[in-house]
């Protein structure tokens, strides 16, 4: 079997870190298959639709390391939508309804008053063509419904095992609305079939709506495919993604310094019996991508952890991709430079202070003259090396009072500014002899 999977956005905003997650698993699993991938362009919502939102969306996949091998648009595919629905109504498996929204909420309250489930009463069923006729006259368009077989659906969930829904007590589902826009639940059955998706992995909101669409693959003729259904993810403190990070998208993480990797390795562990932990890149992740360490518990999803791991992210990234990437923000760096700061970075961008530091002008923070003197005193006479640093805080311990943490502190923000950063041993040598002496006289430089 040739496996192919399709990631369907909307075009209706940008891509949020839930959405990425979904888009992530699919590329992983299909990838770990040797599969095929679809990116399907769910825009039949022309009000809403809008092409910076779409290229805002592939330039975020490609970001996080996902491709695709195919396109689609589902605003190019309504004859497919029509023809389907012509099909289900010449079988008897859709019907004419024209209740409004306000008639269907009071029919709901009423069921609900009265004790009985709010499942649609199939009054459309019962209209015949003096009912239709009427109803044009009228000037209403009828919404279609497909209708559902009061039976038992069941499938082998990819993610949460043994599915089963007794289709009693679902409503027969809208699929084409009045204005003749097709529902998701027809569009995405109708697509799948015609693009042959093997597999479809999707959020745990779905469940109901898969049951329905088993039998809506069936009516049309179609092979209903591998199902799973991941859990949603939620934040930190156990709150629905969307109420505490709903604003949380990929263009807004990207733009704060995390590394797409660091998300990636993230969304790509949250929720499953793995670790979380940093990855070089998505080929590894592939490798080491398993469906079936997914689990049906909430996924959290914790932004203090892009910190942690976006550090090892850096540790991870090689010399020539830091180089590329800081000259793009006019840092001009060599092998020897990054191998000092890398350890040091949060983010990528933070390589700023660390060349201001070693190449640029700082203002040295003087808290303890005293031993500054002594330190200028011994400063070594010899060119510096790596070892310099050493020997210098061994004369000035051994010939004076100061020692330890507040000789080293002190000595670090005289040179640099900060108390802290990457190992002086290695700082000294490209900060050069003049400007630390410089530095270390109060001078800005």
Not at 128 to 153: A, C, M, S, T, Y
Not at 277 to 293: C, G, M, P, R, V
Not at 422 to 429: A, M, Q, R, T, V
Request: aromatic fraction near 8%; proline fraction near 3%; hydrophobic fraction near 35%.
């Amino acid at each position: 079997m040739t496996v192919k999977l399709r990631f369907a956005p909307s075009p209706t905003g940008k891509l949020h870190v839930g959405n990425a997650r979904t888009a992530l698993v699919n590329y992983l699993f299909c990838k770990s298959k040797n599969g095929e991938m679809l990116l399907r362009i769910d825009d039949t919502d022309q009000e809403r639709s809008k092409p910076e939102y779409e290229k805002s969306i592939k330039e975020d996949l490609n970001w996080l390391g996902i491709f695709w091998e195919k396109t689609d648009r589902q605003s190019s595919r309504l004859k497919n939508y029509n023809d389907a629905l012509q099909h289900l109504f010449d079988i008897g498996r859709a019907y004419r309804c024209y209740e409004t929204q306000e008639e269907l909420s009071l029919k709901r309250k009423a069921q609900l008053m009265s004790g009985n489930p709010p499942v649609y009463d199939r009054q459309g069923l019962s209209l015949v063509d003096n009912d239709h006729q009427k109803f044009q006259k009228e000037g209403r368009l009828p919404h279609w419904r497909f209708k559902l077989i009061h039976e038992e659906v069941s499938w082998i969930d990819m993610v949460r095992g043994n599915c089963t829904y007794d289709m009693k007590s679902l409503s027969d589902p809208v699929i084409m609305r009045e204005d003749g826009r097709p529902i998701y639940t027809l569009a995405s059955v109708v697509d799948d079939i015609d693009h042959n998706i093997s597999h479809i992995i999707r959020g745990e909101d779905h469940v109901t709506n898969s049951a329905a669409q088993i039998q809506l693959f069936k009516a049309l003729g179609g092979k209903v495919p591998e199902l799973g259904h991941l859990s949603l993810l939620a934040g930190s403190e156990g709150e629905g993604l969307s109420k505490r990070l709903g604003s949380l998208n990929l263009g807004e993480l990207k733009q704060e310094g995390f590394e797409s990797i660091t998300l990636s390795s993230l969304l790509a562990k949250i929720g499953t019996s793995d670790p979380i932990k940093a990855f070089i890149n998505t080929d590894e992740l592939i490798k080491d991508f398993d469906l079936s360490k997914f689990s049906r518990n909430t996924a959290k999803f914790d932004s203090n952890d892009l910190y942690i791991m976006n550090k090892k992210s850096i540790q991870f990234m090689e010399f020539k991709e830091a180089k590329s990437r800081l000259t793009e923000i006019g840092l001009d760096i060599n092998e020897e430079f990054w191998r000092t700061i890398s350890g040091n970075l949060n983010k990528l961008n933070e390589a700023r202070i660390w060349w201001d530091v070693v190449y640029g002008e700082i203002d040295p923070i003087i808290d303890n003259s005293n031993l500054i003197e002594k330190a200028i005193e011994f400063f070594p006479e010899n060119n510096l090396d790596n070892t310099s640093w050493g020997s210098w805080c061994k004369s000035i311990s051994g010939n004076t009072d100061y020692k330890g943490r507040d000789l080293f502190i002190s000595l670090r923000k005289a040179i640099t500014g900060f108390e802290f950063g990457p190992e002086l041993s290695n700082l000294l040598p490209l900060i050069g002899k003049d400007k630390i002496l410089s530095r270390m006289s109060g001078k800005k430089s």
